[in-house]
């Protein structure tokens, strides 16, 4: 069964240091996210992408951040600058549709310790 | 604004009894989308059940069920005759149908104890 797949499953990092964390969505997807859950609290939207470009991001998901699909299978989180409050576990999602008519299926997570 | 209230933070229960996880949501939409997902502690999501706002059917799976009334904004879950594997993280969703993305909002999440 097609899977999303995310790697590093867990990385540890310092503050102030560059992270990127890859996914790679199901092969006929053409929406991609990036949700956030910071240990015991609720599952955040951080940014949805679509036609490569930003369809829309939420407030956490400031100029830290970006998001980029370099080649057509990887989609990529980066954080520029790692602060503390952004450890977390970081969910990909894709779907095949848009309009909640797609599933999005979710990867495993990174798990992404700062310290 | 779209919002998920899952007023039941944690809940116990003892194997084989039922149980049922509340959500309530709001929207100004007419046409939106409901999900449930599970997080066991392994920690991924693990998609349940999407439901849109036209389907007020109930729906069941196994020992789950769902129960979607739109005239009080609710989509219940309920687990009958619960088991220890059920003992997970449940969150209910909502996402408003959109032409360039899926963006779903989720609740705070249910922690479902089953005892042995």
């Known amino acids: 069964e097609p899977e999303v797949t995310q790697t590093p499953s867990h990385q540890v990092t310092q503050m102030g240091q560059e992270v990127i964390l890859r996914c790679v969505p199901i092969s006929n997807h053409l929406y991609f996210y990036w949700y956030r859950q910071i240990l015991g609290q609720k599952v955040e939207f951080l940014v949805s992408?679509?036609?490569?470009?930003?369809?829309?991001k939420s407030e956490i998901f400031d100029d830290q951040f970006s998001v980029e699909r370099p080649d057509g299978s990887n989609f990529t989180l980066k954080i520029r600058s790692t602060k503390l409050e952004d450890s977390a576990m970081y969910f990909c999602?894709?779907?095949?549709?848009?309009?909640?008519?797609?599933?999005?299926?979710f990867g495993e997570g990174s798990r992404l310790t700062v310290l | 604004a779209q919002k998920v209230t899952q007023a039941q933070t944690e809940i116990s229960v003892v194997e084989k009894e039922d149980v049922t996880l509340d959500c309530v949501y709001e929207t100004r939409d007419t046409t939106y989308y409901l999900f449930w997902y599970k997080q066991p502690p392994s920690g991924e999501l693990v998609f349940l059940i999407r439901r849109n706002s036209f389907d007020e059917q109930n729906e069941i799976s196994g020992r789950y069920s769902w129960n979607f009334q739109k005239s009080t904004s609710s989509f219940n879950f309920t687990i009958t005759a619960s088991q220890v594997v059920d003992s997970a993280v449940y969150f209910c969703a909502l996402s408003e149908a959109r032409i360039r993305d899926d963006k779903i909002i989720f609740g705070k999440g249910t922690r479902l104890h089953i005892l042995p």
């Open positions: 992408f679509y036609n490569n470009e930003i369809s829309e």
């Open positions: 999602a894709s779907s095949v549709a848009s309009g909640g008519t797609g599933e999005l299926f």
